[in-house]
């Protein structure tokens, strides 16, 4: 059975800061990963989608990288802002059957960018 | 704009009722999902749809029903029997199971 964790928990930094956030998945037979981005009260919001092809997925100020053999994916934030601020998850499909495309989800790291 | 509008934002459930949640979808997608969010928890699947007038049982199916009778919509039930119901309730769709999942805001329901 798939698990998804994601560390930290929460993260509080000053605005300008770098910052990685990490997720972790204990079955490497992924084909893809994706990140979302959940404000208070709010749907998910898709960020970056990799595919297991792809080692980097880029958009704006946001990074994030794949590694499969490790069961890793890390976000990478760059010069943060207040508007950064929301709940981060990551999730990643499961395979096999009946299963194929159903996605299981971390708990989500918060993130707190403070002026 | 094209996009997944769910209603209503809030519900309130009284002991013993069944009460429906909607979700409905404008993106010509053949898959739909509901989810569950509970506070600290990431989400958990309750139902998936992958085409119309067929659904599966997700993760935590009990005491809950959806249809699928049309492509647009595919509303959920939440009742009596789910002795738990307060949570964040979000829908989903994607073109396929392979493409990715887009989201509504959500039904918050509470318990009266």
Known sequence: ?115 | DGGITQSPKYLFRKEGQNVTLSCEQNLNHDAMYWYRQDPGQGLRLIYYSQIVNDFQKGDIAEGYSVSREKKESFPLTVTSAQKNPTAFYLCASSLNSNQPQHFGDGTRLSIL
Request: glycine letters at 10%; aromatic letters at 6%.
């Open chain 1, 1 to 115: 059975k798939q698990e998804v964790t994601q560390i930290p928990a929460a993260l509080s930094v000053p605005e300008g800061e770098n910052l990685v956030l990490n997720c972790s998945f204990t079955d490497s037979a992924i084909y893809n990963l994706q990140w979302f981005r959940q404000d208070p009260g709010k749907g998910l919001t898709s960020l970056l989608l990799i595919q297991s092809s792809q080692r980097e997925q880029t958009s704006g100020r946001l990074n994030a990288s794949l590694d499969k053999s490790s069961g890793r994916s890390t976000l990478y934030i760059a010069a943060s802002q207040p508007g950064d601020s929301a709940t981060y998850l990551c999730a990643v499909p499961r395979t096999g059957g009946t299963s194929y495309g159903k996605l299981t989800f971390g708990q989500g790291t918060i993130l707190t960018v403070h002026p």
